[in-house]
């Protein structure tokens, strides 16, 4: 599943507006290049009722890096930015959601030289489902190795959340989708796991907590970094280095990590039960912990999370 993206206001350019007034021109031009940077959020209700924002500054200091990195500049400030995702929350009375921060170039020139376009800034926030569904985190998910190749280091830049580089990732998930499964694993061109549609992958082989190194062609995840964080703080040691898939089909467990997707189990790979066919052990005390970091009182973490 993913969320039905509707509310009552938007947040566009410094101020909010209702709905259906946050509308752009068909000549904008990113909707044609694709010349735009996102984030994802994730806001979560806590057990003592308020409402958090994860990491939101490490959100938005990545959304001006992956603006840099596409060489255009944003036109409003980093905490004028923050202020608004947490407007936009309450202004649409969400208690947990989902938010979701675009950089874009608008309406004026286009070509693939065109300079002096607008920079607009908007941010949506909507309730989230699951987006790999309900039981994926409780019973683990299906997945299959991509025949889609992640792009090369020099060719796809992937440290960033670009706009148009997301097409790739949406064709990878419509095609796990065609073939029956729940999410896909994508390879580099030398053969090594890289990462899902839109998310980080972690194994565990042989009792060790492997995850792909950020000098592989991946998104270095806030999630991933998370993860990494508690693990080693529960006395898991995680190692960064690079696998083949076959390492995928005799782990003992494998999970994806990310904004949408937290941490999720996956039982099967290419028709190949992963370890004993349900979550491991390890899987389990890291979706605890990560969970308990978010929501808990006795948060080992607060500066990750920024109050509503």
């Given at each position: 599943?993913?969320?039905?993206?509707?509310?009552?206001?938007?947040?566009?350019?410094?101020?909010?507006?209702?709905?259906?007034?946050?509308?752009?021109h068909v000549s904008a031009f990113t909707l044609h290049y694709g010349l735009g940077a996102f984030e994802g959020v994730r806001a979560?209700?806590?057990?003592?009722?308020?409402?958090?924002?994860?990491?939101?500054?490490?959100?938005?200091?990545?959304?001006?890096?992956?603006?840099?990195?596409?060489?255009?500049?944003?036109?409003?400030?980093?905490?004028?930015?923050?202020?608004?995702?947490?407007?936009?929350?309450?202004?649409?009375?969400?208690?947990?959601?989902?938010?979701?921060?675009?950089?874009?170039?608008?309406?004026?020139?286009?070509?693939?030289?065109?300079?002096?376009?607008?920079?607009?800034?908007?941010?949506?926030?909507?309730?989230?489902?699951?987006?790999?569904?309900?039981?994926?985190?409780?019973?683990?998910?299906?997945?299959?190795?991509?025949?889609?190749?992640?792009?090369?280091?020099?060719?796809?830049?992937?440290?960033?959340?670009?706009?148009?580089?997301?097409?790739?990732?949406?064709?990878?998930?419509?095609?796990?989708?065609?073939?029956?499964?729940?999410?896909?694993?994508?390879?580099?061109?030398?053969?090594?796991?890289?990462?899902?549609?839109?998310?980080?992958?972690?194994?565990?082989?042989?009792?060790?907590?492997?995850?792909?190194?950020?000098?592989?062609?991946i998104l270095a995840g806030i999630t991933r970094a998370s993860v990494m964080t508690l693990a080693r703080q529960a006395g898991i040691?995680?190692?960064?280095?690079?696998?083949?898939?076959?390492?995928?089909?005799?782990?003992?467990?494998?999970?994806?990590?990310?904004?949408?997707?937290?941490?999720?189990?996956?039982?099967?790979?290419?028709?190949?039960?992963?370890?004993?066919?349900?979550?491991?052990?390890?899987?389990?005390?890291?979706?605890?912990?990560?969970?308990?970091?978010?929501?808990?009182?006795?948060?080992?973490?607060?500066?990750?999370?920024?109050?509503?």
């Amino acid at each position: 599943m993913s969320g039905g993206v509707r509310a009552s206001h938007v947040w566009f350019d410094g101020k909010l507006v209702p709905y259906d007034d946050a509308q752009v021109h068909v000549s904008a031009f990113t909707l044609h290049y694709g010349l735009g940077a996102f984030e994802g959020v994730r806001a979560y209700r806590r057990d003592d009722g308020s409402t958090v924002l994860f990491r939101l500054g490490d959100h938005i200091e990545r959304l001006f890096e992956s603006a840099k990195i596409a060489a255009f500049e944003i036109p409003i400030e980093r905490a004028e930015i923050e202020a608004g995702c947490r407007e936009v929350v309450k202004a649409n009375g969400l208690q947990e959601g989902y938010v979701r921060p675009l950089a874009f170039t608008g309406a004026g020139m286009l070509g693939m030289g065109a300079r002096g376009n607008p920079v607009h800034v908007v941010v949506i926030a909507f309730p989230w489902d699951s987006v790999l569904g309900a039981e994926a985190s409780r019973k683990g998910i299906r997945a299959h190795v991509s025949s889609y190749t992640r792009g090369p280091m020099n060719g796809a830049m992937s440290k960033a959340k670009i706009v148009g580089q997301y097409a790739t990732s949406v064709i990878v998930k419509r095609d796990s989708q065609r073939l029956g499964y729940d999410e896909a694993i994508m390879l580099d061109g030398e053969g090594r796991v890289a990462e899902g549609s839109a998310e980080n992958v972690f194994v565990v082989w042989k009792g060790q907590l492997y995850t792909p190194p950020l000098d592989l062609p991946i998104l270095a995840g806030i999630t991933r970094a998370s993860v990494m964080t508690l693990a080693r703080q529960a006395g898991i040691d995680v190692v960064e280095r690079s696998f083949s898939r076959d390492m995928l089909y005799t782990a003992d467990e494998v999970f994806l990590t990310g904004t949408a997707t937290e941490v999720t189990p996956v039982r099967e790979i290419d028709g190949r039960v992963v370890g004993k066919g349900e979550p491991g052990p390890i899987t389990r005390r890291l979706q605890d912990a990560f969970f308990n970091s978010i929501r808990s009182a006795q948060s080992p973490h607060p500066a990750w999370l920024t109050a509503v």
